[in-house]
């Protein structure tokens, strides 16, 4: 037993052992160092030929997805007198899955060059600045219409002898 084993409880290897092993190691693999190197070089371009393709289709799926969205968004060119909607995101007031955020209707007094939109109530004199995207037409009626309410009549019980 060797002093460095008695003192650490495992065994030393030099790095002349390591080395020899490392030989010994290639001859019984057969492994010739030329063949190793070209064979990672292949690998590394397969991988930038990978990378590529996965870019290219990752760019063809965000077209796609850009395409289908640009289709589905609505062209809103307001004029002044349109009646619109306004989306409140922030209404708090009556937690309710069901409650419309559509408040109005409102009329347009005046665009923005930008996407502002200056709209007032209709009932009322006062104005405010409101982006146009959380603005829709309003598709109402003009005039209010009377509702005729009818009631059912039960059928007649039949008794049962």
Request: charged share 25%; aromatic share 10%; glycine share 4%.
């Amino acid at each position: 037993m060797s002093p460095y084993k008695l003192v650490f409880w495992k065994a030393c290897h030099l790095p002349i052992e390591l080395e020899h092993r490392a030989w010994w190691a290639l001859r019984q693999l057969n492994l010739d160092s030329e063949a190793a190197g070209t064979s990672r070089v292949i690998e590394l371009h397969e991988l930038d030929e990978f990378r590529y393709h996965a870019f290219e289709r990752t760019r063809l799926y965000k077209d796609i997805i850009n395409m289908i969205h640009g289709r589905n968004i609505i062209e809103r060119n307001f004029k002044h007198g349109d009646t619109v909607l306004l989306y409140n995101s922030r209404l708090r007031l009556f937690p309710c899955k069901l409650k419309s955020r559509w408040s109005g209707p409102f009329r347009v007094v005046e665009i923005q060059p930008t996407v502002a939109v200056e709209i007032a109530a209709s009932n009322d004199s006062r104005t405010f600045k409101v982006n146009g995207h959380r603005l829709k037409y309003y598709v109402g009626m003009e005039e209010a219409k009377e509702v005729a309410v009818t009631h059912l009549i039960e059928p007649p019980q039949l008794s049962v002898l």
